[in-house]
């Protein structure tokens, strides 16, 4: 095979062609249904071979522990390969890349997999987020708490995800911030960290916004987000509950994220809303996202179809929602009440083929149309 | 594995569990997705291991020529039987049933797989169809032409789709009428056919309907559907465009049929509405429709879905459609304007992952969502 320049739009992926996943998960499993839609087939690489993703893709190639061997087979099988989750490593990006484009590229998962780098690249590019510092050990975190001032979070850098990895912590002394610094420390594994101010937000919100091999930009209307316990619960999509002008800084920043990163395909970002109407990015995400589940029902192409065109150089589809709607994960024994939830004829039920329901897992979600978006 | 008797509801299929399909085309495609919506496993059994279903199936089985080989082992590793065309031979569905529910059940098979039988049901249930006669050589053919009047049309009473095995004919003497039997039985491949006499329709509609293992049904609205040279190419659904009683009168019909059948699954319906609003039924078909596809993007829940649910002996879904809607079939050479049709921002772009395009071969559809319902 030749070798290909992922920054280069090169020619698109025609139907019947193969688009490989990284990750086997539910958001891999929403992936090759809507690659499927476009006459796409798919091929999963992912240590499990009972994961959701494989149930319903063409091809599944169980990746071994060090997740490289194998690799560079399943690559030069796939005329393009994307990723379900952003902390697949960057040797493992570029091993594929030798063959096959690698959307996204190394740069968005450099930056998305270390929330330092991502924060200092946020603020590089004049885009807002909480005040931060890199910390790593305990009287790094004693001193930055104290400088913060207030109430502020300390997560590690990497690998954090639904709030693991995360110890919130205030002091009103040197001597608490101490003994607060050191019992986080302790929470988090002693970790290379970054402690961020807290933010009396008015609510959290989301971007969904796709980017093409050609540059071109498409983004979903920002949805309401609300978290419980680390974990999304709900996104919610009504008009009027954003304000305009909102709305369009949060496009305005999502937009200027995906340029400065030449970013191929679709991202999450996170922000949170100030009482003034600031926003501020709390993180992205360089893949398809929880808080974008709601596109399924909502909008003519899909976050997960939309990733999918930019990953293969499809032109970018419509995102302009047709209804308002509310979108809620099912998580650990809130699946077993499926047979009540699929009796009720206004949701639309999604379940993720996880063999077992523990506690804190994404088991599937639901969607309710609300009312039609005036036009 | 105990017997089962598909007519009785039993237990749900569960999530995890495994829905086998008989045939591997779009229809098997669309209903394997559906299936993953659900969190089923699906399992495919079809004579070409390349077909469309199979690329996103969790198993395929490859079915032998005579299409019971290799059926029993098949059918023991599914929770539930069903099928994507309506031309499985009777034996096999009965071999299925030895180990498993299989939905729909030998009776629907039976009815709708010869137009005679067809025909004969739907008049025994007080349903009106155009005048018919079972014809079998050129004197029956001839004899009925002339006795139905004007114009009609030969039909093999068995295995025809698309237009194919299908001649019209009309005849103003009994000479005339010998000669053109004659021909029009040579263009059927002297296969046992019916005659059915030509209405003079206003127009093609048709009912998704849907019955669960409980009795339950429910129906979708109307669509009014256009073909060409025999074959489908575009269903509408509009608010106003059919008038309200004789959309109640088309799911009256559609209700009756799969009552009197103790059906259990999605069934398409078609009929003619003539001038003065009555409505013939022209034929039934056992499984998911083409007139159907809208359903996906224009309903809580699709005819695809729909027939998982209720083959699963899950509760019905959500039938009532949002907006109105129009499905444009891609047919033979059409599907390589994939790449223009996918850069309009309000279709939805649907490709079967078939290799091969060939004249009047289905290789995908196009929706496209048109006003909100009023509510």
Chains 1, 2 share one sequence.
Not at 208 to 215: F, N, P, S, T
Request: hydrophobic letters at 45%; charged letters at 20%.
């Amino acid at each position: 095979m030749t070798q290909f320049d992922a920054s280069e739009g090169g020619q698109p992926v025609r139907p019947g062609g193969v688009v490989g996943i990284l990750g086997g998960g539910q958001l891999g499993r929403m992936l090759a249904v809507a690659a499927a839609k476009l006459g796409l087939k798919t091929h999963i690489y992912a240590p499990d071979a009972d994961c959701p993703a494989s149930e319903v893709a063409t091809k599944f190639t169980r990746g071994s522990d060090d997740y490289h061997r194998g690799l560079s087979a399943f690559a030069e099988e796939c005329d393009v390969v994307t990723l379900e989750f952003e902390n697949v490593p960057v040797a493992s990006a570029d091993l594929v890349s030798r063959s096959t484009p690698m959307r996204p590229s190394r740069l968005a998962l450099e930056t998305a997999q270390d929330r330092v780098v991502e924060k200092d690249f946020l603020c590089g590019i004049g885009v807002q987020t909480a005040a931060y510092a890199a910390v790593d050990g305990i009287s790094d975190i004693a001193k930055a708490l104290q400088e913060l001032g207030g109430g502020a979070i300390l997560k590690t850098r990497r690998m954090g995800y639904d709030g693991r990895g995360q110890a919130r912590l205030s002091a009103s002394s040197a001597q608490e911030a101490e003994e607060k610094a050191r019992a986080a420390y302790a929470q988090i594994g002693r970790a290379p960290a970054i402690l961020e101010a807290l933010v009396p937000f008015r609510r959290e919100i989301s971007v969904i916004v796709a980017r093409g091999v050609g540059g071109e930009i498409v983004c979903y209307d920002p949805s309401e987000n609300l978290h419980e316990a680390g974990i999304l619960r709900r996104s919610m999509v009504v008009s009027g509950a954003i304000d305009a002008t909102v709305a369009a800084k949060a496009h305005e920043i999502a937009r200027s994220i995906v340029s400065a990163l030449a970013y191929v395909g679709v991202m999450g970002v996170e922000l949170f809303e100030l009482e003034n109407g600031e926003l501020l990015v709390n993180e992205v995400a360089p893949r398809v996202h929880n808080t974008g589940h709601w596109t399924i029902e909502a909008c003519p192409v899909s976050q997960f179809e939309q990733h999918i065109r930019a990953v293969c150089g499809w032109p970018l589809g419509g995102a302009q929602r047709h209804s308002d709607v509310a979108m809620t994960n099912l998580i650990g024994q809130e699946a077993a009440e499926w047979a009540s939830i699929a009796a009720d004829p206004e949701l639309s039920l999604h379940l993720y083929g996880k063999a077992e329901i523990r506690d804190g897992r994404k088991m599937g979600h639901v969607t309710r149309l609300l009312l039609p978006v005036a036009t």
